[in-house]
């Protein structure tokens, strides 16, 4: 059986992309798209209309193959935005690179990746705080992820109010939900 996951401190170390569709080499800023918080690197236009059939499952095999296909924008830990260069460990899992600004959420991940990471069946280009829409998940101070929802505040200062408070606050975001789909990586 092959590992779903497996732990990358060092960033030399971090698995290769693949293509989500053929399996082939891939950079992050190839062709990507967005879906559910992760950039998709894709090796030709092609393969953004067969991975739109079906992101997720797309994904979900690719990771059940052992590849590593997207990486999530943010640390899952804390729910802010994360760079490559910002990045202390990784985990790939279920073909998504995870980036940590800490090693020790990073090793908690690897021990429960269900405690961070969620199904989602909608996402909220909204800032639940401030109360008006973000232009792009790129633009977002970071998410929170509520009951099948992920919220995208626009600041990291709404981002700390909307995960203590998200319970309360969710509502303002309602409207904006939509069902997870592909993105343009603008969107």
């Known amino acids: ?3 779903l ?5 060092v960033a030399a170390q971090v698995p290769a992309l693949t293509c989500c569709i053929t399996g082939d080499p891939v ?4 062709r990507p798209v967005r879906f559910a918080g992760a950039v998709v690197p894709l090796c030709c236009g092609g393969c953004s209309g067969v991975l739109g059939n079906d ?9 059940e193959a052992g590849r590593t296909v997207a990486v999530f924008s943010f640390d899952p830990a804390t729910g802010k935005p994360i760079a490559a260069k910002d990045a202390k460990a ?11 600004a800490d ?17 989602l069946k909608r996402e909220s280009l909204y800032c639940v705080v401030m109360k008006h829409p973000i232009d792009a998940v790129s633009k977002a101070g970071g998410f929170v992820d509520f009951q099948g929802t992920r919220y995208y505040p626009c600041c990291p200062n709404c981002l700390g ?7 309360s606050l969710a509502a ?7 069902p997870v789909a592909l993105r343009d990586i603008k969107g």
């Open 172 to 178: 303002n975001g309602e409207r904006a939900a939509k």
């Open 90 to 100: 990784s985990v790939s899992h279920a073909g998504v690179l995870y980036r940590f």
């Open 27 to 30: 950079k992050e800023t190839d």
């Open 103 to 119: 090693p020790k959420a990073a090793e908690a991940f690897r021990a429960k990746p269900t405690d961070l990471v969620t199904t």
């Open 55 to 63: 992101p997720a499952g797309a994904i979900k095999k690719a990771g």
């Open 5 to 9: 996951f497996s732990i990358v401190v």
């Open 161 to 167: 109010k909307a995960r203590s408070d998200i319970a």
């Open 1 to 3: 059986m092959i590992p």
